[in-house]
Each structure stands twice: as C-alpha cells, then as structure tokens.
C-alpha cells in the first residue's frame, strides 16, 4: 500500500473524479433516493463539477490512481463534497482530505469549517464526527442537485 498524497486538482483530473464521485455516490447515497433523483446523477455530473470548480477541489491519490476528492465549492469556510473510492475505503483517504481542507480553510482565514451531510449516511457522518465535528442543525431541505427535501444535517468543527 502507498502513501497517500494530497494536492489540488487539475482539469485532467475530471473524468476520474467523475468516476470516482459516481461510484461513491452509488454506494453511500443512491439508496436513499427515488428513481428520478438516481436519473439525474452520472459520472459526467462528477466530472463537470471537477471542470467548473477546479481550483477548490483537491484529490488524493497514491502512485497508482486518484483515490478520491473533497471542495469547497464555493471557496469559503463549508465542505461541499467528499468522495473516496470504494476500493479506498478504510485507507484514510477521507481523514487526509478533510484535513487538507481544514488547512485551506484556516489560511482563509475562517474558525471553522461546516459540512452537511445526508441523515441517513452514517459512515460520513461518523468520519466527520470522529475528527470532531459536532451537530448544529438537522432538518429537512431541498437538494439543489437531486431536486428533492432530503433530511440532512449541519457539523461544525472549529478550526
């Protein structure tokens, strides 16, 4: 087993953060929604977000392969995506790019970080909880992707 690294994404990251993020989405949330929210996510979903939000992703990956991404979609203090592929799971994949951002957003100049996270998606919120992440919120909104309420809930972790 190699040693994971982290860096920041380049635009020919996409097509495997697509892959990456549609397999991971596959295992850890597409149980939890309906037929016309799974209809709308495929990896070119993954991959066109990698496209337009290059510069606030950063991936980890070995000598062999990406093994996973996380962002800060819109560049400020909350995580919008964490995704680690399947057969990296268990790696400390996930704990490596949490950190990663925690560090990006820091030199930002923010005291904490915020992630919301599916309800019902136990392994990310025990990650999350596990690097100290504590409940703010839970409730119900609407996914802006999926176009469904979703019950979810809001961590935060001063940094």
């Given amino acids: 087993m ?7 994404a380049c635009r020919s990251d996409a097509e495997t953060i697509g892959v990456i993020g549609h397999a991971a989405w596959r295992k850890g949330i597409v149980g939890h929604v309906g037929p ?9 979903t993954f991959a066109d977000f990698a ?6 992703i950063v991936v980890a990956e070995d000598d062999d392969a990406l093994l996973g991404f996380a962002a800060t979609e819109t560049g ?3 995580i919008s995506d ?6 990296a799971e268990g790696r400390g ?10 560090a990006i957003i820091a030199e930002r100049g923010h005291e904490q970080a915020e992630v919301e996270v599916l309800a019902e998606n136990h392994r990310a919120l025990s990650l999350y909880r596990h690097l100290g992440y504590e409940v703010v919120w839970r409730g ?8 469904v309420p979703l019950t979810k809930i809001l961590l935060s972790k001063r940094l």
């Avoid at 496209?51 to 606030?56: D, G, I, N, V």
């Avoid at 964490?82 to 057969?87: G, K, Q, S």
């Fill in 93 to 102: 994949v996930g704990t490596s790019l949490m950190r990663a951002l925690e």
């Fill in 140 to 147: 119900v909104r609407d996914d802006q992707v999926l176009l």
């Fill in 2 to 8: 190699s040693e994971i690294t982290i860096r920041p």
């Fill in 82 to 87: 964490l995704w680690v592929a399947p057969v």
């Fill in 51 to 56: 496209e337009s939000h290059t510069a606030q």
């Fill in 36 to 44: 016309a929210a799974r209809a709308r996510i495929g990896p070119e």
């Fill in 76 to 78: 400020d203090n909350t």
